[in-house]
């Protein structure tokens, strides 16, 4: 499968606890886009990641999430002390360059349930 | 982008017909628009994109129109089938996709 890989995908956290997401992109890319969408919304944007560094972190929340891209292995988004309302899909896409030739290809996502 | 919200417009069809799926956008210095198609369960699946250079793109059964005078583009999918059901997202780009509310297409056999 050459496509965008996300795991787990169910992830269920009680309050407090610490959620990691993990996204492995296509092969190839080395761009790495993290959105989240609640039920009945379009997909909001939290980060985009290049291989060690974070290249735009705007959409995140200033506390208790981070994410990174390491030299080898997938990328992570992780948040810590996890509330109620961090409930939703996360997706992670995917892109070979900053070209905008090139559209983000989406993995199947992780849904985030807290109790 | 289009504001979010609570309850996404729905668009039902008939098998066969052509279904015209409408996206009204906001940054008039975006250059680069998106089609995706989400199936419940599922991420966002790539249609078509197009750049800001260009008023109409066509692909296999899909065609893109895109109006800069009045931000607004569009989707059209010929002889709409059961497997096209789904939602359908405009969304601006090209890093920082800004995704718009998306259309629910039901296809009536």
């Known amino acids: 499968n050459a496509g965008v890989m996300q795991n787990p995908r169910h992830l269920v956290r009680r309050r407090g606890q610490e959620a990691r997401l993990r996204c492995s992109p296509m092969?190839?890319?080395?761009?790495v886009y993290w959105y989240r969408q609640l039920p009945e919304e379009g997909l909001k944007f939290m980060v985009y990641l290049q291989k060690e560094n974070i290249i735009d972190e705007s959409g995140m929340p200033k506390e208790r999430f981070s994410a990174e891209f390491p030299k080898e292995g997938p990328s992570i988004l992780r948040i810590q002390q996890v509330v109620r309302g961090d409930s939703a899909a996360y997706f992670c896409a995917s892109s070979p360059s900053r070209s905008s030739n090139q559209p983000q290809h989406f993995g199947d996502g992780t849904r985030l349930s807290i109790l | 982008g289009e504001s979010v919200g609570l309850h996404l417009p729905t668009l039902s069809v008939q098998e066969g017909d052509n279904s015209i799926i409408n996206c009204a956008y906001s940054n008039s210095a975006s250059d680069y628009f998106i089609w995706y198609k989400q199936e419940s369960g599922k991420g966002p699946q790539f249609i078509i994109d197009?750049?800001?250079?260009?008023d109409k793109r066509q692909g296999q059964r899909v065609t893109v129109l895109l109006n800069k005078t009045v931000k607004h583009l569009s989707l059209q999918i010929a002889a709409t089938q059961p497997g096209d059901s789904a939602v359908y997202f405009c969304a601006e780009g090209p890093q920082k996709l800004v995704f718009g509310q998306g259309t629910r297409l039901t296809i009536n056999p």
């Open positions: 197009i750049r800001s250079n260009m």
């Open positions: 092969k190839g890319h080395s761009h």
